[in-house]
């Protein structure tokens, strides 16, 4: 018995899990009025070569979820037997084909008016929209087009599940609305649009809740720490930071549960609390020395890893009075993460120019600034930045006023940075 490669690969390239596909093949059966009956079994049957020539009505079902022939597919009939003629309409193939696979063009995909239930397959395509976004987001910054896109997301996920085929389906719709509300709601903090991203946060809670996701729970958990941080209310990013940690996915995957702490660390170093700052980021780096990395996990965590949480640490170091291993943490953050995520790199590396000057190193610090502008070129300073730009600037001048060096920082940067604004 050979394996079916073809298959496999088709399932690669589409993102499905084996459950996902027999999911999707069923939705579409149902959308035709039929049984769907595709179990993980079947689907595992179909890639290890056992079953080599599925029913007609499967086989009509993989091609428009897979956008593949079945040849294409590696399914041949036995050789006594021709392929029998199709029992399904051409035109809603055609169709669904075309809602499942037309959708790489455009950020966020466009609804079609399609005849059949709202099942997997929908899931899937919106999501992949997000992954788009959340893209975006890591190489930009967030920005207003992003925040309204997102938004857009997120209403074509709640329309959807009105017509959802399951209860399991509306939630997973839910879920991704909540995801989508919570990429506008970091695009308006990006821009330094606080009160629309908390209003954002708030609706993205609630529809975690309706999604009854803890990972959708955690990330706008996440979110509002760093909101709250940047709104002073300090406070509050200590009690985000630990509603965060309570939320149930943080007790299977530490990944999770390390992002809640140094998110929680951050919090309790703003307030000088330094003990329990040092602490919350022991925790932080305990939980992912045990996190897995072949976890299958959503793309917006993708920027979480030991690089970033260097890139935190580094913050807690310096708010908590040691600059000199907050520059070290930065300088390890920056050898580390990915040259994608272009916004991050730029903001660790404000990091480690604010260090640098809290230690008083200030020719040092305003280098490192240079770099900053240089990550970012081509595109608009995120508000956010320009906000910790104009604080590095006060910083600057309170460590030097009236100086040749705070001049010439101002005679350099003062044009890219008004032109961003």
Known sequence: MEANRCLTEALGQSGFTQAELAEAVNDYLRSLGRDGTVSDRTVRHWLTGKTRWPHPRQRDALEAVLGRSVGELG???PADRRSPARTEDPVHRRNFLTAVTGTTAAVVPLVAARPYAVGTADVIRLRSGLDALTALDASKGG??????????GASEALGLQKRAASQRIRQRLFGVAANYTASAARSAMDAWESDRAHGHLNRALYLAGMAKDPVAELQV??????????RGEFSQAVHAGQAAQATAVTRRD?????????RTA???SSIGDRQDALRSLGHAEEALAKAGTDESRPSWLAFYGPAELLALASVVRDRTGDSAGAEAASHRALSAIPRHF??????ATLQLATAQLHQRDAD???????????????????????SYLGDFHRDLITLAPGSGLVREWEDRYRSEWSQAR
């Open 75 to 77: 399914f041949r009939p």
């Open 143 to 152: 920005h207003e087009a992003l925040e309204r896109a997102a938004l857009a």
């Open 221 to 230: 958990w996440n979110l509002h720490a760093m909101l709250a941080l940047h």
């Open 254 to 262: 530490p990944l999770f549960a390390s992002l809640a702490h140094a």
């Open 342 to 347: 272009r916004r991050n790199r730029a903001l």
């Open 364 to 386: 040092q610090a305003c280098a490192s600034t240079a770099k900053v502008f240089a990550l970012m070129r081509g595109n608009a300073l995120p508000g956010r930045m320009r």
């Open 266 to 268: 951050i919090g309790r």
